[in-house]
């Protein structure tokens, strides 16, 4: 009798289950209650087997995934809710929440994706629109599609100001790259210059030390000039003594000599006749001017043309007479 009891109880639970096909979906509603989104997204999936066209659970659906920060997945689950003139509050409420969910994408990628950013908020703008359009009186989504713009538009300017920045440091960068380049050239001119001045004062000393080499050389040659006609007349005056000494040998030649005159007879004093005869001293003990072989040699020919012939002094002999001493010791 119990155990029949129990049996009863049993198919009355389960066929009050069977019988109820919202429980499931009625779960999933209170676990989003609850908070836990997981196990309640788990729970409208779950319901949406039996139920795949329901429009209140891909809506329940996209709300719980929004939750979760899954933003694509509660875009795809509120797109399956159908636009339709007979449900415009349900219709309102995905475009809300999908004009939310655009935002937060597009806010995820503000600093990171500019571009993409501007992309999703502008979506975000059409599903705002659409839902005040099912539901005028929607003071939500007029209040985020007035936000939206106004992210809109201070997103353009940064990024206007960000792209007027980057082209004046470009322009920056350029003109200081030119500037850069023009003092690596001036740089290099000025190396240019300085090589060439320094290889020019290389070439001034050089010529300036051949310039000194050849004036040493010019100094030694007219010093050398100027010893060689000491030396030449030097020369010239020995040449002249050995000349002079060999002219000497001539005049005491045995056949050039002037016979003496005899003892006591009269003729030219001998001071005289060594005088005529270039003896080397006038009467007076002054030296006489030395003469050139030439002169000496004619004066030695008039010498002779003078000289007195033996059969001359024979006859000067036989007429004289013998002189009387003047005093007798």
Same mark, same amino acid.
């Given at each position: 009798?119990?155990?029949?009891?129990?049996?009863?109880? %049993?198919?009355?639970?389960? +066929?009050?289950?069977?019988?109820?096909?919202? %429980?499931?979906?009625?779960?999933?509603?209170?676990?989003?209650?609850?908070?836990?989104?997981?196990?309640?997204?788990?729970?409208?999936?779950?319901?949406?087997?039996?139920?795949?066209?329901?429009?209140?659970?891909?809506?329940?659906?996209?709300?719980?995934?929004?939750?979760?920060?899954?933003?694509?997945?509660?875009?795809?689950?509120? +797109?399956?809710?159908?636009?339709?003139?007979?449900?415009?509050?349900?219709?309102?409420?995905?475009?809300?929440?999908?004009?939310?969910?655009?935002?937060?994408?597009?806010?995820?990628?503000?600093?990171?994706?500019?571009?993409?950013?501007?992309?999703?908020?502008?979506?975000?703008?059409?599903?705002?629109?659409?839902?005040?359009?099912?539901?005028?009186?929607?003071?939500?989504?007029?209040?985020?599609?007035?936000?939206?713009?106004?992210?809109?538009?201070?997103?353009?300017?940064?990024?206007?100001?960000?792209?007027?920045?980057?082209?004046?440091?470009?322009?920056?960068?350029?003109?200081?790259?030119?500037?850069?380049?023009?003092?690596?050239?001036?740089?290099?001119?000025?190396? %240019?210059?300085?090589?060439?001045?320094?290889?020019?004062?290389?070439?001034?000393?050089?010529?300036?030390?051949?310039?000194?080499?050849?004036?040493?050389?010019?100094?030694?040659?007219?010093?050398?000039?100027?010893?060689?006609?000491?030396?030449?007349?030097?020369?010239?005056?020995?040449?002249?003594?050995?000349?002079?000494?060999? #002219?000497?040998?001539?005049?005491?030649?045995? +056949?050039?000599?002037?016979?003496?005159?005899?003892?006591?007879?009269?003729?030219?004093?001998?001071?005289?006749?060594?005088?005529?005869? #270039? +003896?080397?001293?006038?009467? #007076?003990?002054?030296?006489?001017?030395?003469?050139?072989?030439?002169?000496?040699? %004619?004066?030695?020919?008039?010498?002779?043309?003078?000289?007195?012939?033996?059969?001359?002094?024979?006859?000067?002999?036989? #007429?004289?007479?013998?002189?009387?001493?003047?005093?007798?010791?």
């Amino acid at each position: 009798m119990r155990a029949a009891l129990l049996l009863v109880l %049993a198919l009355g639970t389960t +066929g009050a289950g069977w019988l109820d096909p919202h %429980a499931t979906a009625r779960q999933a509603s209170k676990l989003y209650a609850d908070g836990k989104f997981d196990d309640a997204v788990a729970k409208y999936n779950e319901a949406l087997v039996d139920d795949p066209d329901s429009a209140l659970l891909h809506l329940n659906l996209g709300a719980a995934a929004y939750r979760q920060g899954k933003f694509d997945d509660a875009i795809n689950a509120l +797109g399956q809710v159908p636009s339709s003139d007979t449900e415009p509050a349900r219709t309102a409420r995905a475009a809300y929440d999908t004009g939310n969910a655009k935002y937060r994408l597009g806010a995820a990628a503000e600093t990171s994706d500019p571009k993409t950013a501007l992309e999703r908020w502008a979506e975000a703008l059409v599903a705002y629109r659409r839902a005040m359009g099912a539901d005028p009186a929607d003071e939500d989504a007029k209040f985020n599609h007035e936000f939206v713009e106004k992210k809109i538009a201070d997103l353009k300017k940064k990024l206007e100001e960000q792209q007027k920045n980057k082209d004046q440091q470009q322009q920056q960068d350029q003109k200081d790259q030119k500037q850069q380049q023009g003092e690596d050239q001036q740089q290099q001119q000025q190396q %240019a210059q300085d090589q060439q001045q320094q290889q020019q004062r290389q070439h001034d000393q050089q010529q300036e030390e051949q310039a000194d080499k050849g004036q040493d050389q010019q100094q030694q040659q007219d010093q050398q000039d100027q010893r060689q006609p000491g030396e030449q007349k030097e020369k010239e005056q020995k040449q002249k003594e050995q000349e002079q000494a060999q #002219g000497g040998d001539d005049q005491e030649k045995p +056949g050039d000599q002037k016979p003496q005159q005899a003892q006591g007879e009269p003729g030219e004093p001998q001071g005289d006749q060594r005088q005529a005869q #270039g +003896g080397g001293a006038t009467a #007076g003990g002054e030296p006489t001017k030395e003469m050139s072989p030439h002169e000496a040699e %004619a004066l030695l020919d008039a010498q002779r043309d003078q000289e007195v012939r033996p059969d001359e002094i024979v006859q000067q002999l036989q #007429g004289a007479g013998v002189a009387e001493p003047r005093e007798d010791w």
